[in-house]
């Protein structure tokens, strides 16, 4: 039974940075396309960025581009976010997830297999 565990959530000020992490157990996942999304209360859950098995193709959310980075370390079986210059409008729950991508890095929650708990993300202004 694959489990991932999200850390690195906090409170934090407009134009500041957190790293979130992602701990995978059960399977090395190899094959799988890591990515966050990220669901803010009222809304839907929604794609910030996917890395490929072997970090070769990347994708990000507009909203995000250029301000986060996603990498994964393969040996530890891990996935991380690093959020850079954060805004209020970051302010969400951040899920770890993984699943099949297929060539592709989908950006729709229905194509992802496992998932983490979340992690709580509050930017102040």
């Known amino acids: 039974q694959v489990q991932l565990i999200e850390s690195g959530g906090g409170l934090v000020q407009a134009g500041g940075a957190l790293r979130l992490s992602c701990a995978a157990s059960?399977?090395?996942?190899?094959?799988?396309?890591l990515a966050w999304f990220r669901q803010a209360p009222g809304k839907e859950r929604e794609f910030v960025a996917g890395i490929s098995s072997r970090g070769d193709r990347i994708s990000y959310s507009d909203s995000v581009k250029g301000r986060f980075t996603i990498s994964r370390d393969n040996i530890k079986v891990m996935a991380y976010l690093q959020m850079d210059s954060l805004n209020p409008e970051d302010t969400a729950v951040y899920y770890c997830?993984?699943?099949?991508?297929?060539?592709?890095?989908?950006?729709?929650?229905?194509?992802?297999?496992?998932w983490g708990q979340g992690t709580q993300v509050t930017v102040f202004s």
């Open positions: 997830t993984a699943g099949m991508g297929y060539g592709t890095i989908p950006q729709t929650p229905s194509n992802y297999n496992y």
């Open positions: 059960g399977s090395t996942l190899d094959y799988h396309v």
